[in-house]
């Protein structure tokens, strides 16, 4: 391999992580710079471009306490000097706030819940983007999630966490957000 593919594929990759770390961290301009701006995402109930779909995360993540995806096994298949396909494996780990409130029922699938229960789903699925290479950058044109698992049970308290622990942070604050501000 040449290279410039072995740079390609790195920024490729970074462009994935920054997806993930800006939705779990709710850097929604993290998130958008993965993206071009006529980019498609079909992300399940979602179907449409990136300003609807950060609303549609913006919306979505309100409630929801934590958020950690793990990706993996990552394949990225080049179509032309400037285009490629990748597939990324993700287990995505989320805690749904009890303001959520009847909006946690349809994660549970059934399961009795408290009302001021919190609610802990996995989802695990793959990415299959199309990337392209546009002013130097390369970022998701079209993206479309493929769903293999879900699961969502009541959480339990405290979410098993000890306060004496670094816990993650959505609000600006996370360990790895104030490590980079120096």
């Not at 040449?2 to 997806?19: G, N, S, T, V």
């Not at 179509?79 to 995505?92: K, L, Q």
């Not at 130097?136 to 049970?153: D, L, P, S």
């Not at 004496?164 to 996370?174: E, I």
Request: glycine share 8%; net charge negative; proline share 4%.
């Amino acid at each position: 391999m040449d290279d410039l593919r072995i740079r390609d594929r790195m920024e490729i990759e970074a462009c994935l992580f920054r997806y993930v770390r800006g939705v779990d961290r709710r850097n929604w301009d993290l998130v958008r710079s993965a993206y071009h701006t006529d980019a498609f995402d079909d992300h399940g109930n979602y179907k449409g471009d990136i300003d609807g779909f950060i609303a549609s995360l913006i919306k979505r993540h309100a409630t929801i306490e934590q958020s950690m995806h793990v990706v993996s096994n990552l394949t990225i298949d080049f179509t032309g000097p400037d285009s490629a396909v990748m597939e990324a494996y993700f287990i995505t780990h989320q805690r749904i706030s009890p303001e959520a409130g009847d909006a946690r029922l349809a994660y549970l699938r059934g399961a009795p819940i408290a009302p001021d229960q919190a609610v802990e789903t996995e989802v695990i699925g793959r990415y299959v983007d199309r990337m392209t290479r546009k002013d130097g950058a390369w970022r998701i044109a079209h993206r479309t999630v493929v769903f293999e698992v879900f699961r969502g049970q009541p959480a339990p308290a405290g979410g098993g966490l000890s306060d004496r622990w670094a816990l993650s942070r959505r609000d600006g604050n996370d360990p790895i957000e104030v490590a980079l501000r120096g």
